[in-house]
């Protein structure tokens, strides 16, 4: 479809060969000789682009574009003038111009400001399209699914701090849905028209966190052979997302608490603050306040992340939630597979319900689009694809589970998890229920091993005797 250019200019002899040279180059034109005329054209019909001359009578480009912006906020406009002074290209960017022009000018040079502009322009409404794509795909009533009192309590403590530009600390367990939520806090806030820039702490390397993180100056170091934005910067006015901040090297975490204190920074090699506009979320799956205890996570910055924490529980503490979430999966992944796959059977929601599910709510997910890809008729294969996935021997008996499809940190982190719960049942058992003594068997104090309890949903009612 070709795009329609709106030309205003009170002098025909320079108005006709310049509409001549754009339509030449495959636009639609129309003409006007007044800013007056141009506003009726404008009332009764559809313009990609205006383009003004700022001398005319009666309403003069500046005033006329500073109309546009009033009426027509998204419709760009370039002014043009045979009377060029600064002062005249800075009350047209004052005024909304996109571009400034100085006559005389070449055919060619009209044609790259119109192609540049009407490209911005089109990369303005693609983002626009993908923010609202977002903001329905991560809309709170679509994305989570739920009916158990802990999620309540999730949705009432997310609905309270949604409107804010508070700094949010998700704490939770592996496959809890972390990333999820900071995802629907964003696109539900009010910087949902920003970007969203998610930064995994866990994934970059030591030496190169700095730089990911606050970009480089051009000659910083050997192959600096430019300047180079950072995540920081790249989030300006909108949210950045530090998922696994725990992971973050002990000797930037200094740098870290300025620049969300200050809201500036420096780059790596650079001597010039700079200034962003940011909101933090981060997320951990580690108990920061050990970390901090052990001296491996700052205190300051672990009380500035953390203004307004929120806890994610994991799957065993909201088994309300299980059914729903296996059928959401389940219907997910026929529709992707172009499956008709039947309800989960009854005997099969018990058995989602028996097991503890220790990578939550991703363990959940996966377990389901592998029966699903399995399923030769209209029901899943859940005898066939046994919940827990493959399963190794342990060194003194029993079982831990492994997961040779899975990355190794979490393939790990599943193997230490069962670990932890074996050993602290294990503890309790031998002391008869006693936390204190439990916790003296375990060579640990009794606030952290009652975390681990807590995390694990280990109760001292069933090793009471």
Known sequence: MKRKILLVDDEEIFLRPLSRTIVAAGFLVDTAFTAVEAREKLKNGEFDLVISDVRMPGMDGIAFTR????????????????????RTAVDAMKAGAQDYLQKPFEPDEILLHIHRILEIQDLRAADRFRTARNQETFD??????FESPAMRRLQREMAGVLPLDTTILLTGETGTGKQLIARAIHYNGPRR????????CAAIPETLFETELFGHARGAFTGAVADRKGMFQLAHGGTLFLDEIGEMPLSLQPKLLTAIQEKKFLRVGGSRQIDVDVRIIAATNKALEEEVAAGRFRKDLFFRLSVFPIRVPPLRERSEDIPILA??????????CGKEIGPLSPEDLSAFRAYDWPGNVRELENFLERAVIRAAGDRAEIAATPIGSTLAPAEEGGVYPFHPD??????KERVVSAFEKRY???????????????????GM???NFSEKMKRHGITLDAFKT
């Open 140 to 145: 709170l009533r679509k994305t989570l699914v």
């Open 406 to 411: 899975l990355p190794f940190r979490d393939a």
């Open 193 to 200: 028209d920003g970007p969203l820039i998610e930064v995994n």
């Open 67 to 86: 109309a546009l912006r009033e009426e027509y906020a998204d419709l760009p406009v370039i002014l043009m003038t045979a009377y060029g002074s600064i």
């Open 327 to 336: 059928d959401f999966f389940l219907r997910r992944f026929a529709r992707k």
């Open 424 to 442: 602290i049942e294990d503890a309790l058992r031998r002391a008869e229920g006693k936390l204190t003594e439990a916790a003296r068997l375990a």
């Open 445 to 447: 104090d009794n606030k």
